[in-house]
């Protein structure tokens, strides 16, 4: 039988211990990469309930994300942490923008003009300016959804016009299955487009998201200095 209490019962001291050797890992990559960069973590708190989230906060982790819009912010509540930063990652269909604008603090998975008009018209006054990467479908995979790096200029100038909104720079999720010369392959590419964005609207554009806990160490090798980690942070998903 599947074990589905198993991730819920990850203990505060384990998550400590995994947020701990991460941080620690990524500074080894980067030391070892050619940008030397700093590298922004992100906790990928999907399908983890929110006393996970908790125990990585008191653990010293602020930023989260999550993948589906209802679950995400019912845990954004559940966590009731005004410290946290909350990043959305996951597919955006239109209907679900408004609650997104309403309780994220980036978007990250931005490919369509019409989304990105709708959570600039739907960002609260009160808040900042929503932070938006652009998805970037890089290596072409069928199954994924992003933009071709053809498309980027065009939405990216359409996103940089809006006034609640803050285009920040890229994100992609590579294919699944790809040997480690093509991860770098696919993450260099990524990190040439993002130096195109950042010499058209500058140092605006700070963000190049890219890594997971299976490829992260390539990214970091590419330039990545956002990395989305799940897996390696909380345990399993179901
Ligand atoms: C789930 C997810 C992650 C984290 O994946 P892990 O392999 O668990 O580290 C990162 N980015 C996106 C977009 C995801 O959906």
């Known amino acids: ?37 700093s590298v922004n973590l992100i906790a990928v708190s999907k399908k983890h309930p929110p006393q996970a989230v908790v125990a990585a ?14 679950e995400g912010i019912d845990k954004i509540h559940a966590v009731d942490n005004p410290d946290l930063i909350w990043h959305f990652i996951g597919p955006l269909q239109s209907n679900k923008t408004k609650d997104v604008a309403a309780h994220f603090d980036w978007v ?56 609640r909104l803050s285009l920040r720079g890229l994100m992609t999720i590579l294919k699944a299955d790809t ?22 609207y500058g140092e605006n554009i700070d963000t190049l998201s890219m890594g997971m806990s299976g490829d992260m160490r390539q990214a970091v090798l590419e330039g990545a200095n956002m990395v989305r980690i799940g897996t390696a942070i909380f345990g399993q998903r179901e």
């Open 1 to 37: 039988m599947i074990n589905v209490t198993k991730v819920a019962e990850i203990d505060a001291e384990t998550l400590a211990k995994n947020l701990h050797q991460t941080r620690q890992q990524l500074a080894e990559f980067s030391e070892e990469s050619a940008y030397k960069q």
């Open 57 to 70: 906060a008191d653990a010293g982790q602020r930023e989260f994300a999550e993948n589906y819009v209802q």
């Open 108 to 163: 990250q998975s931005v490919e369509r003009e019409k989304i990105a008009r709708r959570l600039n018209d739907q960002r609260p006054q009160q808040l900042e300016p929503l932070n938006i990467l652009l998805q970037v479908n890089i290596d072409d995979d069928d199954n994924k959804s992003g933009l071709t790096p053809e498309q980027v200029p065009t939405l990216a100038a359409f996103v940089a016009g809006c006034d």
């Open 179 to 200: 040997s480690t010369e093509q991860q770098r392959q696919s993450f260099a590419k990524m990190r040439t487009l993002f130096e195109q964005l950042q010499s058209q």
